[in-house]
């Protein structure tokens, strides 16, 4: 890897397209958003992403990386997810008091494939637990030191991830609002890092960070690749939504885009508008 530096998983931003733009910025690694084992969606990983699975079942995880290895560079276990679709169905930080099925899935992951595997967690009771079960079967391990009740709100627990990373010989990735301002300094305490929200709309925020990757990627540089990467029209509008973030007119930008109902229509509202 070029860079320590990382795209966190994120389910509605990490579209081939973006994770394209993250890894010529400087990414070292760009991860997918959360897939379902189950799911039929047709998934686009030309560009050999890490694919993040998340589930609260083993049922069909043997042959989704089976069907997958060949594409990916790795295989994620998501244990993070503090949704409340995570809450309802039983998955993601909700699934940390079941140790037995978590360490049920991790071993048919380990006995499929061998490509490396990386599970990422949040600071719960079991946290210390699961990284025991963990060490027998991964190679790295995420930690985001905040509760499922926290969400992304107030501050990540530094104090526990540092505790999290002395307990254990695995590589440790910290997450938990890395920016340009603080990366240097967590990695010089962890393995690797990444970097999530702070990504959205802003992949330049790896050449930032690098120094070696390419800059200056805009919303229009998307859509260039989603030309090669066809995206719902929903996601073309997320996407371009998201890349506001850093403009001066973004409220006027986004109350035009909102009324766009095509593509077309979302492209010159773009242009016209810089």
């Not at 890897?1 to 910025?25: G, Q, T």
């Not at 997918?32 to 069909?60: E, H, W, Y």
């Not at 997450?175 to 990444?194: A, H, I």
């Not at 702070?198 to 859509?223: C, Q, V």
Request: aromatic share 10%; hydrophobic share 40%; with cysteine.
């Amino acid at each position: 890897m070029k860079s320590r530096v990382f795209l966190a998983p994120m389910l509605e931003v990490n579209d081939l397209p973006f994770r394209i733009l993250c890894k010529k910025a400087g990414a070292g690694l760009v991860y997918t958003g959360m897939v379902n084992p189950l799911s039929k969606k047709r998934l686009q990983l030309d560009d050999c992403p890490a694919l993040q699975i998340f589930t609260n079942d083993s049922k069909g995880v043997r042959e989704f990386i089976k069907k997958h290895e060949a594409k990916v560079c790795l295989f994620d276990f998501n244990l993070g997810c503090p949704s409340k679709v995570a809450r309802k169905l039983g998955f993601g930080a909700f699934l940390h008091e079941k140790l037995e099925l978590i360490e049920e899935i991790l071993k048919i992951m380990r006995s499929t494939t061998k490509k490396p595997i990386t599970l990422k967690l949040r600071k719960s009771p079991n946290a210390f637990k699961i990284l025991k079960i963990a060490e027998k079967y991964v190679d790295a391990v995420a930690i985001h030191p905040r509760t499922d009740e926290q969400g992304y709100s107030g501050d990540p627990d530094l104090n526990f991830a540092r505790l999290f990373k002395s307990k254990t010989k695995l590589p440790v990735i910290y997450s938990g609002d890395v920016d340009e301002r603080n990366y240097k300094s967590l990695l010089e305490e962890f393995d690797f890092v990444m970097v999530g929200r702070r990504a959205i709309g802003d992949p330049n925020i790896f050449s930032r960070i690098s120094g070696a990757g390419k800059t200056n990627f805009d919303y229009l540089d998307w859509l260039a690749l989603e030309e090669r990467y066809p995206q719902p029209f929903r996601q073309i509008k997320f996407q371009a939504m998201f890349f506001t973030k850093r403009k001066k007119n973004a409220k006027e930008l986004r109350r035009k885009l909102a009324l766009a109902k095509t593509k077309e229509e979302v492209r010159r509202v773009w242009e016209s508008s810089f």
